[in-house]
């Protein structure tokens, strides 16, 4: 059996560069925790927990010793109620978050109607969408959502950094006949494009797919819900512990790839667990 490994699988820059930065300050903290999964892999948040790193999802309860940012940002009303208090801060939202952070603030003040491509319930989104403030701010996951905006006179598009380019494209194109005067920031993050590319690629080829990482993480349910489209026998799943032998009955080839947070450890071990039923 052919196995066909995704080279993009796994971490990007953004959870690349949370997780070490968690790792490092947990070294440095004798007490720590992070605001919320720092990102969304079950099985790295557990090894991050041996490290002393907790998880606290109310503030509230956060009143002294280190917090940590998770990678995919909080609100800007979370960041005030963490900074008025006497905490270490390690800020591990990656660079790319912040940046669509700021511009919908930016937006905002500019006096343009803040519209968000992206998961209404995703943190991100809920973070992103905190800086444009409580005016003229919607959020819209796909076109017929867009088509149902009142007519604006003035839209500034920002896109969770996971959003399909093929999704953004046609908001972007209901909003045009939503407005006088449209901004378009494409916010979606390089390492989210490559992975789908690479996995609308894999999909085509393999007999059947696994996508690897948490039930959590949208980037890889996102993917999971594209290799299907292609290849209707597509798994999603966390661990290699949930492969099942009778999947690969009559297939010759199977396609890997995972989501941006997904652990290297996880990979390989999915990577083994198929090549020994291939055997
Ligand atoms: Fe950042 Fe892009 Fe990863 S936004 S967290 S580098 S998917």
Redesign the pocket.
């Known amino acids: 059996m052919e196995i066909l490994l995704a080279k993009s699988a796994g971490f ?4 690349k560069r ?1 997780t070490n930065m968690a790792f490092d300050a947990a070294r440095e903290h004798p007490k720590i925790c992070s605001h919320g999964p720092i ?1 969304h892999s079950p099985q790295m948040v557990e090894k991050l927990r041996e490290q002393g790193v907790d998880v606290v999802s109310d503030i509230d309860e956060i009143n002294d010793g280190a917090v940590i940012i998770r ?2 940002g909080i609100s800007a009303d979370e960041l005030h109620r963490i900074l008025a208090k006497d905490l270490n801060i390690i800020d591990a939202t ?4 912040k940046k669509a952070q700021d511009i919908a603030g930016q937006l905002s003040r500019d006096g343009y109607a803040v519209v968000l491509a992206g998961e209404a319930e995703h943190p991100e989104v809920q973070g992103i969408i905190s800086y444009a403030g409580n005016k003229d701010v919607f959020t819209v996951a796909n076109l017929e959502e867009a088509e149902k905006l009142p007519y604006l006179k003035k839209i500034g598009i920002v896109a969770q ?2 959003q399909s380019y093929d999704n953004f494209a046609r908001i972007v194109e209901a909003c045009l006949s939503k407005c006088q005067e449209l901004r378009v920031f494409n916010t979606i ?4 494009t490559v992975r789908q590319q690479e996995a609308r690629s894999l999909a085509g080829q393999a007999d059947l797919m696994l996508v690897i990482g948490g039930y959590n993480s949208a ?1 890889t349910s996102r993917l999971a819900r594209i290799c299907k489209k292609i290849q209707p026998v597509t798994y999603h799943i966390e661990t290699a512990a949930e492969i099942r032998d009778e999947w690969f009955g009559q297939i010759d080839s199977v396609g890997i790839t995972a989501g ?2 997904t652990p290297q450890w996880i990979i390989d071990e999915v990577y083994e667990r198929v090549a020994q039923v291939g055997k």
Do not use: R
Not at 12 to 15: A, E, I, L, P, R
Not at 189 to 192: E, P
């Open positions: 990007c820059f953004g959870v949370a990102i990678s995919h990656c660079p790319f978050v950094t996971t993050c390089d390492a989210t980037n941006a947070s």
